[in-house]
T-cell receptor, first 112, second 115 residues
Framework: KQEVTQIPAALSVPEGENLVLNCSFT??????LQWFRQDPGKGLTSLLL?????REQTSGRLNASLDKSSGRSTLYIAASQPGDSATYLC???????????FGAGTRLFVKA | DAGVIQSPRHEVTEMGQEVTLRCKPI?????LFWYRQTMMRGLELLIY????????DSGMPEDRFSAKMPNASFSTLKIQPSEPRDSAVYFC?????????????FGAGSRLTVL
């Protein structure tokens, strides 16, 4: 069964700290992996997408890595800010049909 | 492009009523997904289409749920009859499948409350 797991479920850090969010997935036959941000009561905003042939992607203070062999991805946030407070979701798109499965998310709170 | 358009944004209905949620994907996107989000279960994939054809509906919870995609620019998710446990936010998302262009884009969601 294809499953996506995110750890930790929640995280609280002081402003300025660097942090890492983790995503693990079963079945290495993935097409791509996408990280999203969701603010309370809002929709999902795409942050980064990593193709299966890539190792990492960067956008501003965000860096996402992908290790297909171990079934893991990490989202690194540098110099966190209160505005980064949100839920971060990992989505894995599988080959053979392109089904896309989400993890339960990591709820991040950055304290000023 | 205006993005993925969902309607209604909010729906409040009574148990037993029929509910129809609508989605207009981004033009040119081959894939359309319907998700349901609740606090307890997170984002669940209900069904997805490729070129208007349903590919996998294994996530549809019961026969009360049905989805159609009559053409490339429109899809519906119908619940008949609705129950209080169907209360959730329903998201529609679409994406192309092309090298270098396969980002999954979400609509704003339809918040359903069944009394």
């Amino acid at each position: 069964k294809q499953e996506v797991t995110q750890i930790p479920a929640a995280l609280s850090v002081p402003e300025g700290e660097n942090l890492v969010l983790n995503c693990s997935f079963t079945d290495s036959a993935i097409y791509n992996l996408q990280w999203f941000r969701q603010d309370p009561g809002k929709g999902l905003t795409s942050l980064l997408l990593i193709q299966s042939s890539q190792r990492e992607q960067t956008s501003g203070r965000l860096n996402a890595s992908l290790d297909k062999s171990s079934g893991r991805s990490t989202l690194y946030i540098a110099a966190s800010q209160p505005g980064d407070s949100a839920t971060y979701l990992c989505a894995v798109r599988y080959t053979g049909g392109f089904k896309t499965i989400f993890g339960a998310g990591t709820r991040l709170f950055v304290k000023a | 492009d205006a993005g993925v358009i969902q309607s209604p944004r909010h729906e409040v209905t009574e148990m037993g009523q029929e509910v129809t949620l609508r989605c207009k994907p981004i033009s040119g996107h081959d894939y359309l997904f319907w998700y349901r989000q609740t606090m307890m279960r997170g984002l669940e994939l209900l069904i997805y289409f490729n070129n208007n054809v349903p590919i996998d509906d294994s996530g549809m919870p019961e026969d009360r749920f049905s989805a159609k995609m009559p053409n490339a620019s429109f899809s519906t998710l119908k619940i008949q009859p609705s129950e209080p446990r169907d209360s959730a936010v329903y998201f529609c998302a679409s994406s192309p499948i092309r090298t270098g262009a396969n980002v999954l884009t979400f609509g704003a969601g339809s918040r359903l409350t069944v009394l």
